[in-house]
């Protein structure tokens, strides 16, 4: 069980957008979306915000930066999808409510400018806005990811499974 399954078993939706169904196989997953390119799954995200009203999770997946850029060590792509993230970021920003917690990561580094095609080690950030929040700084670093579902649990007031791992950082940033 992962905080997925807590979501949706406390009735919150738990969208998926790119590869996340894939990922956690369906499991705590209410609805999902494949994407074409890391383009496409932004601009669906935009979609769900802008037309779907729910409550709970869009977990969003953008693979490009991995899989088309990051492995095939194209520096160039690489920063151009970077810039069409930042654009595509940007008018998700204006869309979000107050109460919208955003939370941007990576699940492991691919420097785009290293030898071979394996992943590379650098430390991935965890980036985290809100339009309610007043303040920013610095999180302290963690070693683990199960800070990000206990996170978004916490966020929800819901319950991580038993067994899982990792602490919520939420209060540091409300």
């Not at 520096?75 to 993230?85: I, S």
Request: glycine fraction near 10%; aromatic fraction near 8%; charge should be negative.
């Amino acid at each position: 069980k992962t905080a997925l399954d807590a979501l949706k078993e406390n009735g919150l939706s738990v969208i998926a957008v790119g590869k996340i169904h894939d990922i956690f196989d369906g499991e705590g997953i209410t609805q999902t979306y494949h994407s074409d390119s890391s383009v496409h799954g932004m601009q669906q995200t935009a979609d769900i915000m802008e037309h779907s009203e729910f409550e709970g999770l869009c977990f969003v997946n953008l693979v490009d930066f991995d899989a088309v850029w990051g492995h095939r060590r194209n520096p160039e792509g690489y920063a151009k999808e970077v810039e069409q993230f930042d654009e595509k970021l940007g008018e998700l920003l204006e869309l979000m409510g107050d109460e919208d917690l955003l939370m941007i990561t990576a699940d492991h580094g691919n420097d785009p400018t290293w030898t071979g095609t394996d992943h590379t080690r650098e430390q991935v950030p965890l980036l985290v806005y809100s339009p309610s929040l007043k303040e920013g700084g610095k999180l302290p670093e963690t070693d683990t990811f199960g800070v990000i579902g206990a996170t978004v649990a916490d966020n929800f007031e819901v319950k991580m499974p038993e067994g899982t791992i990792g602490t919520s950082i939420l209060e540091q940033f409300k």
